[in-house]
């Protein structure tokens, strides 16, 4: 028998064999791949024996894809011929009995033809060969051909990292540019959109460089679950294809025994959002030991050799900044502190760092449990978290990695990874909550509570993937959740409301007669609130942003701004005026009559909390600290008393400021009460004798607070994340008979309430009574004030005093 008729019994026999495995043999998935390889090696091997007869000094290789020891159905052969060189001649007409046979069979080919010498250079002049190479693997040949080669590739990988990984960070990039995310597309491609196949093999290929390693909790079964797909892909179309088109999911998950083509997706979704937070988490490790690299000699000449820490800057308690990322403080104890994670994400997000993979790890182990419903803190800092603009998705991912969203919200299971089949949606369901809180939280200087906006944004689609229409079923979800994170009963009836509605205004604009009174009493009844309102249209604006470009437009925006209008004047009544106060407790008026006897400051610290929860019996919640204050009214008590508290790094969570009648009996001139609950941003609270003593300096003018708290900024500068909202100050038109009643929403910030305070005084206004409340990361205050004779300003002078302070709050 003849060379060739031993090549054409050889590919009879492998075509057969192949036919088998792929129909009948062994069964789909990782170990039909590797069976499929180990019979390609097993006839390459012959057919290289036949073909080199006693030539010596050359080696068939397998690189690429066919190097890791795995074939799909369709996928390419990708072949070395590695030769020492000399004859050429004889050398090509060994490549064509290899490479003939292989066409003949319709199989795809990828080859190549070189020396050693030829391979390193093709490698260091073409990334894509030098990939390749990496994962060489010997089929025939001289073995110590392929040895030498594969060692000398992995040294010449190894050594010049530092200047191949950015070209390979930058090639991942462009693709992921071309192709798009895999975990959002409805025809994804498994090879090359973001988080597919390539970028499993690049993350190999910098885990063989030594220089960083990829989080490896879960790779390994993202990629194998991705070759699963492209295997049925490949046998349902008959094709070499890695894009999984519409037509084909439905076919492809009934032979994965997935019940439709959504369960299919998800699975797709789910492997790629680990690959994709594998390459973040990986990049950002280069990125980091790259710098580190190029800092460190002049570092060490600098310090004469000694070894350089990275510097850690507290951020919140518990929580530190340290070499670009946030981690956790070498005191914080997770299984004490059941806020810590919302805690740290939230100072992650509001200083626009990326939250330590390691950190996030250790809080998924350790962390205990928060418990139903939440403490006051937990809450403030979901809404922190939700409001602080772009960073919040890449800190969410980064929880939702771990489970540890699941775990705070369960009802989240249901939407994580959820397709939408309509072409006006970008994202998946979960995706697309979190960019709606990140468009609302570019809104929430337009709405009174901008923690319903967020929490509402974060739960208006809860309901899909449940029965009936996703609107309503949603609403009862969100009052469960509403529950579990402690709103009261009113604020859940406005969430349940958003929920319920979202979609009304955008409807019923787009879709009914706005001039029939009809269509907008309906409207109002259905909404109830001019309040509610105020939200639904922030929630209509910030859901349409996120849905898709075709989803939001100046024409629809106009459309549905008609409808509030007339909605609002619907609902429109007498304002409520100034609100009643309590009346003065039995320790208010202790420390009214210290004051007035005393001329100074006379204040009490005690700890607010809340009752003990159902599974932590005898363990109250701690709210803060209430400080109770009482001044002898005179000017400048708002910014002294707002400056001593930030110098002290005191946060006010929310504050109150009335004038007090003294009791019967007592003869004199006013006292101002002054209700504050505050928190330490870190460490412990200060003692209550120095906060005083502060207080009388700043109030008789020898305490400097603006220097020091520019000292004190210019010292600890404040690592800000994307830029929050601006500032907005307004006039409430008809809020009070007796005074001009100033709204101010802006960023809360250290020293805000003191600039503020400082800005009214120097207008010579008289501040009656302030309301302040911090929800999240956000400021919603308002300040009830008289000219100096005691008289509400008029309108013009109102609105030039929101003009100056607005200004001086965007400086």
């Known amino acids: 028998m003849t060379g060739a008729d031993v090549r054409g019994e050889a590919e009879k026999g492998y075509a057969a064999a192949r036919l088998w495995l792929l129909t009948e043999g062994t069964p789909s998935g990782r170990p039909r791949r590797t069976a499929l390889a180990g019979l390609t090696d097993g006839w390459l091997a012959e057919l290289f024996t036949a073909a080199a007869g006693g030539l010596r000094g050359v080696a068939l290789v397998a690189v690429g894809g066919y ?50 010498a030829e391979a390193r250079r093709a490698a260091r002049e073409d990334l894509k060969v030098q990939l390749g190479l990496l994962d060489a693997r010997h089929l025939a040949g001289d073995l110590g051909l392929t040895t030498a080669l594969r060692t000398t590739v992995l040294a010449d990988w190894r050594n010049q990292a530092p200047e191949r990984l950015p070209e390979l960070r930058e090639l991942c990039a462009e693709r992921a540019e071309r192709q798009g995310e895999l975990r959002y597309l409805l025809e994804p491609d498994l090879k090359e959109a973001r988080g597919g196949l390539r970028d499993a093999t690049a993350l190999r290929a910098v885990a063989a460089s030594w220089l960083a390693d990829a989080p490896r909790e879960g ?26 088109a519409l037509q084909d999911q439905d076919q492809v998950a009934a032979e994965l025994g997935l019940p439709d083509a959504d369960a299919l997706l998800r699975q797709v979704y789910e492997a790629a959002r680990v690959l994709s937070y594998a390459g ?65 994400a939230a100072a992650a997000a509001q200083a626009g760092l990326p939250l330590s993979p390691h950190a996030v790890r250790h809080l998924a182990t350790t962390a205990r449990p928060l418990p139903t419903p939440w403490p006051a803190e937990a809450r403030e800092q979901l809404v922190t978290l939700l409001g602080s603009g772009r960073p919040t998705v890449e800190v969410w991912e980064a929880l939702e990695a771990e489970g540890l969203i699941t775990r705070l919200l369960p009802d989240w299971e249901r939407v994580r990874c959820r397709p939408q089949r309509n072409a006006v949606h970008r994202w998946t369901v979960d995706r697309h909550l979190i960019e709606t809180a990140v468009r609302a939280s570019a809104l929430t200087r337009r709405v009174g ?102 989803a939001w437009s100046s024409w629809r925006g106009s459309l549905v701004t008609d409808l509030v209008g007339r909605v609002h004047a619907v609902l429109a009544g007498d304002m409520s005026d100034e609100p009643e106060p309590a009346a003065p407790t039995a320790e208010q008026e202790r420390l ?34 209430e400080l109770l204050i009482a001044v002898p009214d005179q000017p400048g008590v708002l910014p002294s008393v707002a400056g001593v508290l930030a110098t002290h790094r005191l946060t006010v969570r929310t504050a109150e400021l009335r004038p007090l009648d003294l009791p019967d009996g007592v003869e004199g001139g006013s006292v101002l009460l002054l209700d504050w609950r505050v928190a330490a941003e ?27 708290l520019a000292e004190r900024d210019a010292a600890y500068p404040r690592r800000h994340g994307v830029a929050a909202p601006p500032p907005r100050v307004t006039v409430a038109p008809a809020a009070s008979r007796h005074a ?37 990361a956000n400021a919603v205050d308002a300040f009830y004030v008289t000219g100096p004779a005691g008289d509400p300003l008029p309108g013009q002078e109102a609105a030039s005093v929101a003009r100056r302070l607005e200004e001086a709050l965007r400086t």
């Open 67 to 116: 190097g890791c020891g795995e074939l799909s159905p369709r996928s390419d052969l990708d072949l070395l011929l590695l030769h020492h060189g000399g004859d050429f001649e004889e050398i090509a007409a060994l490549a064509d009995r290899l490479w003939y046979p292989v066409w003949d069979l319709g199989l795809a080919l990828d080859h190549a033809v070189r020396t050693p």
């Open 592 to 625: 009214a009559i210290e004051a007035f006897r005393t001329g100074g400051p006379a204040l009490a610290l005690r700890a607010r909390t809340e009752p003990p929860v159902e599974e932590h019996p005898g363990e109250p919640e701690p709210l803060g600290v």
């Open 449 to 550: 509570r901008p923690d319903l906006l967020l929490v509402a944004a974060l739960l208006h689609d809860i309901g899909k993937g449940r029965p009936g229409d996703h609107c309503a079923a949603g609403e009862p979800v969100a009052v469960e959740v509403a529950g579990r994170i402690g709103l009261d009963p009113a604020d859940t009836r406005v969430l349940a409301t958003l929920v319920r509605h979202h979609l009304l205004l955008v409807r019923t604009a787009t879709r009914r007669d706005l001039d029939d009174p009809a269509t907008v009493r309906a409207v109002a009844e259905a909404v109830g609130t001019q309040s509610t309102l105020e939200l639904l249209h922030a929630l209509t604006e910030a859901d349409a942003q996120a849905t898709g470009p075709a």
């Open 740 to 776: 001009t009643v100033i709204e101010v929403r802006a960023q809360d910030a250290p020293g805000l309430l003191f600039r503020i305070g400082r800005a009214l005084e120097d207008a010579k206004l008289r501040v009656r009574s302030a309301h302040v409340s911090t929800l999240g």
């Open 219 to 244: 790779l390994a079964d993202a990629r194998r679950r991705l070759l699963d797909v492209r295997d049925v892909l490949h046998l349902t179309t008959g094709r070499a294809t890695d894009r999984l």
């Open 682 to 708: 870190y460490g412990a609270l200060p003692q209550a004798a120095r906060l005083r003593a502060d207080l009388v300096r700043a109030l008789d003018g020898s305490l400097d607070i603006a220097g020091r």
């Open 280 to 344: 973040d988490v990986t990049w950002r490790e280069v990125g980091r030991v790259l710098r580190s690299r190029a800092v460190r000699p002049r570092l060490r000449a600098l310090l004469g050799g000694g070894k350089q820490v990275a510097e850690r800057t507290p951020l919140a308690e518990g929580v530190v900044e340290q070499d670009g990322e946030v981690g956790l403080a070498r005191t914080a104890r997770p299984e004490h502190d059941p806020v810590l994670p919302l805690r740290a």
